[in-house]
């Protein structure tokens, strides 16, 4: 059954699944326009983004998160389920995902946030479960160390789970006169009781439009995957430069999902990718090159504490070789295991050297992989990719997806091009998430 994990063609299936992490609102403008380009309380302009998306026909938009502020370089920034009920007002069959955490909140609160969500949009929610690495000092609580993070977070996720089914999808009809009846007997308590969570229920919202909303799980640690396996329809992966781990964090879920007694085809797997998108070669790195110019080297050092487990980088200077031995093992890092394993891999291998080839990284694709070409040539490369069976699609990050043509350049250029190909959708074929999705 396996064997056909690690390849495929592009006729096999609906072919890739396509989200989009929102970024700032630079992305919307054109050169020399007025106003901030860098809005990220302006939903006006998200409203733009989420309306391009959905006119490349990409299946969904996801939202990050974070629960703290940085002092020495603090943004603004919107609550996911608010600004999506928002999106959701003006859009129409593009899935919108929410990243919340399992550490600071309560699955009876959640469960009813996305549900609603769920329902405000008719079926185009889903929720992506993170356990936050910080933030602790915002809620009274200390947090719990990486692996009880992620215990936690399977039994939290049981609950939301039991909660959304806890009314039965014909609980809710409506007479001859449009009057709504609810039958009881086919709403009912969850009564869990484990370690961590004691919820009574039913919830408060009915049923799903898509019987449930989509579950979303980002990471990539062993905990990570081994949770993702169990519950998630969508797995969010750091997107590596290199194809053959990609193969093997790809295969390693679905085994892990069959494993489980899942189908492996009943989870989709979306590495990041922050693709530098010209019109040729040359005017693509010409486009990298501006992202570089526009660095702030000093703020990105203190970035880089935070990703390295706290490691001090203000005394090390930009272009001197990265002190190897000062770095923490993977397997002791607290929070973002996985993505620090990758930077850290880099290091070793020898592929970034000093603290500025580690500041470009870091901020040009935040650790995932960042092709640069033409259309044609990331195209070739996102096909590469899908059909040796590294990927089941692609979760594109926008805050490359600047200059001149901004958003415009996936959703007017290379989509087009993917779909010229065969290898993917020119219309939405449904009106639920969850069935676009295939899952």
């Known amino acids: 059954m396996a064997e056909h994990w690690g390849s495929r063609q592009s006729e096999r299936g609906p072919g890739l699944v396509l989200g989009l992490l929102l970024g700032g609102t630079g992305q919307t403008k054109k050169p020399g326009t007025n106003g901030p380009t860098d809005n ?24 990050a998160d974070s629960l703290s502020t940085s002092e020495t370089s603090p ?15 003006k859009t129409s069959r593009i899935g919108l995902i929410a990243s919340i955490s399992t550490s600071f909140t309560e699955p009876y609160n959640l469960a009813r946030q996305v549900l609603s969500l769920d329902h405000i949009s008719k079926g185009r929610a889903g929720w992506n479960l993170v356990t936050s690495s ?17 215990a936690i977070a399977e039994e939290f996720a049981g609950v939301v789970q039991a909660l959304w089914e806890s009314w039965e999808p014909d609980a809710v009809t409506y007479d001859e006169r449009g009057r709504q009846r609810v039958d009881p007997k086919k709403v009912r308590r969850i009564d869990w009781d484990s370690k ?59 085994k892990r999902a069959s494993a489980l007694g899942r189908s492996p085809d009943s989870i989709k797997i979306l590495p990041g990718v922050a693709p530098v998108i010209g019109s040729t070669d040359e005017e693509a790195h010409r486009f990298w090159q501006k992202i570089i110019d526009e660095i702030d080297f000093e703020e990105g050092r203190k970035s880089l504490a935070g990703q390295f487990g706290g490691v ?32 850290r891999d880099l290091v070793e291998s020898g592929k970034v050297r000093t603290v500025r080839d580690l500041i470009v990284y870091h901020s040009s694709g935040a650790g995932h992989w960042f092709p640069i070409g033409s259309v044609e040539n990331i195209a070739d490369q996102l096909q590469e990719r899908y059909e040796r069976g590294a990927t089941d699609g692609f979760n594109f990050l926008a805050f490359t997806l600047k200059y001149e043509l901004g958003l415009t350049a996936l959703t007017e250029h290379l989509i087009p091009e993917l779909q010229r190909r065969g290898i993917f959708h020119r219309e939405y074929q449904h009106e639920t998430l969850r069935q676009n999705l295939g899952v």
């Open 40 to 63: 990220l309380l302006d939903i006006d302009a998200y409203i733009e983004q989420a309306r391009q998306a959905e006119r490349g026909k990409i299946h969904t938009i996801f939202l």
């Open 75 to 89: 943004k603004p920034g919107l609550e996911p389920v608010t600004m999506l009920s928002a999106l959701a007002a």
């Open 134 to 150: 910080a933030g602790e000092k915002n809620f009274g609580k200390p947090l719990p160390a990486h692996d009880d993070r992620y």
């Open 196 to 254: 961590h969570f004691k919820v009574q229920g039913p919830l408060g919202v009915s049923r799903s439009p898509q019987d449930k909303p989509i579950l979303a799980q980002a990471g990539s640690s062993k905990e990570g995957r081994q949770l993702g396996a169990r519950i998630a329809d969508v797995i969010f992966t750091t997107g590596l430069t290199e194809t053959e781990p990609s193969i093997e964090i790809y295969r390693d879920f679905k």
């Open 312 to 343: 001090d980088f203000e005394g090390i200077d930009l272009d001197a070789p990265i002190p190897i031995e000062d770095l923490p093992q993977t397997a002791h890092v607290q929070g973002r295991r996985s993505r620090f394993g990758v930077f």
